[in-house]
């Protein structure tokens, strides 16, 4: 359950409408009353995000899911695929196409320009691209020729369709350094920060507890219910991760009721 309250507690991206995407509004979910299927955990977590999601829709009164990954194909090759097509019961008549992302981003006040410093803690993914290969090519997807066709095959009139975003994230600051956020990205979004690994070998980190989160604890809000570490068996954990470049997400025990959330990269 601690996926799902980390998904329902993750702020978008930004809010109403930005770089001509218009966000998804969750409905309120009361999980008091909702049951989670097991999710496999075979699955990637970006399509763990998506099974979290999907079992959230179901559960709201608003919303009926008509079609999920609905795969966008010409001449049998893939072209892309729709994540979510739903119906508003509240709204007659109304299907909403929805693009769901959920991401992980470092602010790298390194890079001149402001939007281009959100990217991923390995320095492979970027904001701006996959904000604008949403916008300029999943959502327009649904409109191609292929597309139509999906969404007949789905009894989805185009002409009562609209489109939007679920753009979630968690950003994380450089290590007792200010930024300024794009003026478009909601502040509420920061839930850490990031260090090099010089940062953490220094006397300030010596006396704290740590625990290596796996991937799909990378949602969750920390708590103390792990196994903790001490700083040397910490550093050995990380300095294997980062012979494999992979920049392990750390939640740093700083006292009885404080508990952060940071990357130490291997950049």
């Known amino acids: 359950m601690k996926q799902y309250a980390g998904f329902l507690n993750t702020p978008p991206l930004w809010t109403g409408t930005q770089f001509s995407l218009t966000q998804f509004e969750i409905p309120r979910i009361d999980l008091s009353t909702f049951s989670a299927t097991t999710i496999p955990p075979h699955l990637r977590l970006g399509h763990q995000v998506e099974y979290i999601f999907k079992q959230l829709l179901d559960h709201s009164e608003r919303y009926i899911v008509l079609a999920h990954n609905v795969q966008i194909k010409r001449d049998k090759i893939t072209l ?86 679920l753009f979630m994230g968690q950003l994380f600051t450089p290590y007792n350094k200010n930024v300024i956020l794009p003026e478009e990205i909601n502040p509420r979004a920061i839930i850490g920060y ?32 792990v196994n903790w570490l001490n700083h040397k068996e910490t550093l050995a954990i990380i300095r294997e991760k980062h012979t494999l470049k992979r920049a392990p997400l750390v939640w740093i025990q700083k006292d009885d009721t404080t508990v952060d959330k940071a990357f130490v990269v291997w950049w």
């Open 80 to 165: 892309g695929e729709l994540d979510f097509v739903v119906e508003d019961r509240f709204r007659e008549s109304v299907k909403i196409h929805i693009e769901l992302t959920y991401k992980f981003y470092i602010i790298d006040n390194a890079v001149t320009s402001p939007i281009h410093q959100l990217m991923g803690p390995n320095r492979k993914d970027h904001f701006y691209l996959k904000m604008q290969k949403t916008r300029d090519r999943q959502l327009p997807l649904a409109y191609s020729a292929e597309g139509l066709d999906a969404l007949q095959s789905i009894n989805v009139n185009p002409e009562q369709l609209e489109q939007c975003t």
């Open 194 to 225: 990031w260090m090099q690994l010089d940062d953490f070998c220094t006397a300030s980190f010596l006396d704290y507890r740590y625990y290596i989160t796996t991937k799909p604890e990378w949602l969750h809000k920390p708590h103390t219910e």
